[in-house]
Structure formats: C-alpha cells, structure tokens
C-alpha cells in the first residue's frame, strides 16, 4: 500500500508559515504598545512632578514672567500626554487585531490537525484491511496448496 499523505499538507504548511508570522507580529504590536505606555507613563510622571515644583514655587513666590513659562510648559505637556494617549491606544488596538488573527490561526491549525489525525486513522485502517486481505490470501493458497498435496498423496498410496 502506498505511504501515507495528508491530503491537506500544503494548506496545513501555510497556516503553520502564517502563525509564526503573526506571532512576530504579535510580539512586535505587543512592544509597540508597552513602549508606548512607558511613555505615556513617563510623561505623566513628569507632569505631576512639574506641578508639584509648580505648586511649592507658587508658595514661595514667583514672578508673571515665571507663571507664563511655567504655564505654557504644563500645557506642552498635557498635549504631550494627550499624544502619548492617543498612541497607546492605537497600539493596543493593533495589538488586539494581531491577537485575534493569531487565535483564528491557531483555531484553524487544530481543525487540521484533528482532520490529519482522522486521515491517518483511516489510512491505518484501510491498511490493517489489506494486510488481513494478503494474509487471508496466504492462508487461502496454503491450504489449497496442502490439499493438492494430500490429494496427491492419496493417489500415489
């Protein structure tokens, strides 16, 4: 009997070609966005540092021209954190997206991985059949064989 061939290997070859794609994919979206909160988190932190110089200088005493800068920086920085924000997000989603391809793949590669189990399963069977058929075979010309034989002898006594 001939060897056993999955009939669906190619597309099997290509989902497996595809999910370690994806998951390079999915590990850089994943980079993408925890670089994009470290940021973001940086950012805030520097904010909220900004303000509380702000809030002690305040305290002390400072000069209009001291105020404009201070204020015109914070709102540089609140804008900044608005980006950082928006950026993270988007990276999220993207990163989200890469996932859900991933688990579709991967859903994929265990039906055919199922289907590849049940065709070898029947392969093994149809080939179990045909060994019982040869050996059945065998066991047929034997005996025919053993009674020309006694048949043989019977006549030469």
Same mark, same amino acid.
Request: proline share 0%.
């Given at each position: ?6 009939? =669906?290997? !190619? ?6 070609? *595809?999910?370690?794609? *994806? ?16 940021? @973001? !988190?940086? =950012?805030?932190? !520097?904010? +909220?540092?900004? @303000? ?14 001291? =105020?404009?800068? #201070? ?5 540089? @920085?609140? /804008?900044?954190?608005?980006?950082? /924000? ?5 990276? *999220? ?8 391809? *991933? ?9 055919? /991985? ?9 392969? @093994?069977k149809e080939l179990e059949k045909?060994?019982?058929? #040869? =050996? ?8 025919? +064989?053993?009674?020309?034989?006694? /048949?043989? !002898?019977?006549?030469?006594?």
């Amino acid at each position: 009997m001939k060897k056993f061939k999955f009939t =669906l290997q !190619t597309l099997f070859d290509v989902k497996q070609t *595809l999910k370690d794609k *994806l998951q390079a994919d999915f590990a850089a979206a994943e980079a993408a966005y925890q670089a994009a909160v470290d940021k @973001l !988190t940086s =950012l805030v932190r !520097t904010y +909220e540092e900004e @303000l509380d110089i702000f809030e002690e200088k305040s305290r002390e005493g400072i000069t209009a021209r001291e =105020l404009t800068s #201070a204020a015109a920086y914070h709102e540089d @920085l609140r /804008e900044r954190i608005r980006r950082a /924000e928006i950026e993270a997000a988007r990276t *999220l989603k993207i990163a989200n997206e890469k996932r859900e391809e *991933l688990v579709t793949v991967y859903k994929e590669i265990k039906v055919l /991985e199922k289907l590849y189990e049940k065709q070898r399963a029947e392969y @093994l069977k149809e080939l179990e059949k045909d060994e019982a058929k #040869a =050996l059945d075979s065998i066991l047929s010309f034997q005996q025919i +064989e053993d009674k020309d034989d006694d /048949e043989a !002898t019977e006549v030469n006594v």
